[in-house]
C-alpha cells in the first residue's frame, strides 16, 4: 500500500521545526522544540508525556502510540532535537530550497529524519495500519554534549524495546549508519605565570602560548586508525596580562577500540610540566565502538528490502558519530 505523502505538505511541516532554533545551551529554546514535536506527535494520534529537563538543559518527549500490545517491547525512535547552532544561525542560514535541497539550520542533525518519523507514523495512523509492534518516540535536549542529563533516560527507555531506531542523516551516498566509531572526549588545561604584560612580560608564563603549541602537537597525531581534533578553548581576561590559565576540550574517534585505547595513553601522557607551566589533560566522556550485530543486520536488511523496492539499493557503513 503507498501512503499519500506530498513533498509540499512534508516541506510545510518540518519548516517550522526548522525555524525554531534550539541550541543546547539554551534551554528556553529547547523547550520550544519539544512543545513543536509534542505537538504534532499528539495530532499523530500517540500519548505525549513532558519530562522535565535537569542539569541545566532542557525537557525530553516521550511520545507513546496506541496499539494491541501496549506496554511490551517493541520500537523506539530515538532522536534528539537539540542543534550546534546557536539562536541567530537562521538568520545567515536562512530556510530555502534551491535545486531539490532544502536548507537551514539543524534540517539533517536531525530535525529533518525526526520530523519524517512523526509523519510516517502519522500516515500510517491515518490509513488504520498498526505497526507490527508498539511504538515509542523519545526526544531528547542534549545529545550535542554526549547526553549527561538523559543517558539513563535513553538507556532504560531502550532496554524495554526490541529495536530502537535512530533517524540520524544517512551517508553522502545514501548509506544507512549499522556502526560508530569509539569516541573519547579530554579536557585540557594549562596553568601559567601572570604577569604585566608591558612591565613585566619576560616574568610571565602564558598559558595561552603553551597550550597553543600543546594543541598543535595533539592534531598532529591524528592518523587514519584514530583522529584527534580540538573544538574548543578558553582563555584570558585582560590584554594587558600574560594569561595564567588556559582550557580547551578535545575529541578523538577511532574505528577500533584499540586504536582509541592507544589515543587515550597518548593524551593522558601530555600531562605534566614545560617551562614552568603545567599541563594537566583528562579524559572525560567516552563512547565504545559499536560494530553492527545480527540483529543490527537483521534490521539492515528489511531496510534494504524496502529501498529496493522504492527503487534504490541501499548500502550500509559504520561512521563517526554519538547517537
Known amino acids: 500500500m503507498n501512503l ?7 516541506l510545510a511541516g518540518l519548516k ?4 525554531c532554533e534550539s541550541p543546547t545551551y539554551d534551554p528556553a529554546a529547547v523547550n520550544r522544540m519539544m512543545d513543536l514535536a509534542a505537538y504534532d506527535l499528539a495530532a ?20 507513546r502510540f496506541p496499539h494491541k500490545d501496549f ?39 536531525m530535525k529533518g529524519g525526526n520530523f519524517v518519523s512523526v509523519e510516517a ?15 515509542t518516540v523519545l526526544f531528547t535536549p542534549d545529545e550535542e554534549v554526549s547526553t ?15 529495536v530502537v531506531l535512530v533517524p540520524e542523516p544517512c551517508g553522502p551516498n545514501g548509506e544507512a549508519t549499522t556502526g560508530r566509531y569509539a569516541i573519547a572526549r579530554f579536557n585540557l588545561k594549562t596553568i601559567g605565570r601572570p604577569s604585566h604584560a608591558g612591565a613585566r612580560l619576560g616574568e610571565g608564563r602564558s598559558a595561552i602560548a603553551a597550550m597553543a603549541r600543546k594543541l598543535l602537537e595533539i592534531e598532529e597525531m591524528t592518523t587514519e586508525d584514530c583522529t584527534f581534533s580540538v573544538g574548543v578553548i578558553h582563555a584570558g581576561q585582560w590584554v594587558n596580562c600574560v594569561s ?29 610540566e614545560a617551562n614552568d ?15 553492527p550485530n545480527e540483529g543490527t543486520m537483521a534490521l539492515y536488511g528489511i531496510a534494504r528490502e524496502i529501498a529496493k523496492d522504492l527503487g534504490f539499493d541501499m548500502a550500509h557503513r559504520s561512521a563517526g558519530g554519538g547517537s
Open 71 to 109: 506496554g511490551q517491547p517493541g520500537i523506539l525512535i530515538s532522536g534528539h532535537l537539540d542543534t550546534v547552532h546557536p539562536v541567530g544561525t537562521i538568520d545567515k542560514n536562512p530556510w530555502r530550497i534551491d535545486d531539490g535541497r532544502v536548507y537551514g539550520p539543524g534540517i539533517q542533525d
Open 44 to 63: 499523530a494520534g500517540a500519548e505525549i508525556e513532558r519530562i522535565p529537563g535537569r542539569m541545566g538543559f532542557g525537557g525530553s518527549v516521550r511520545a
Open 277 to 291: 607551566v603545567i599541563i594537566e589533560v583528562t579524559r572525560g566522556v567516552t563512547r565504545p565502538v559499536w560494530e
Open 148 to 162: 549527561p542529563s538523559t543517558r539513563e533516560l535513553i538507556e532504560m527507555e531502550a532496554r524495554k524495546n526490541k
Open 121 to 135: 507514523l502519522k500516515h500510517l495512523a491515518m490509513a488504520g495500519i498498526e505497526t507490527p509492534l508498539p511504538v
Open 16 to 19: 517550522p521545526w526548522v525555524l
Open 4 to 10: 499519500p505523502f506530498k513533498t509540499e505538505a512534508l
Open 244 to 272: 595564567s590559565e588556559c582550557t580547551a576540550e578535545a575529541l578523538s574517534m577511532a574505528k577500533r577500540h584499540a586504536d582509541l585505547d592507544a589515543g587515550v595513553a597518548k593524551m593522558l601522557a601530555h600531562s605534566g
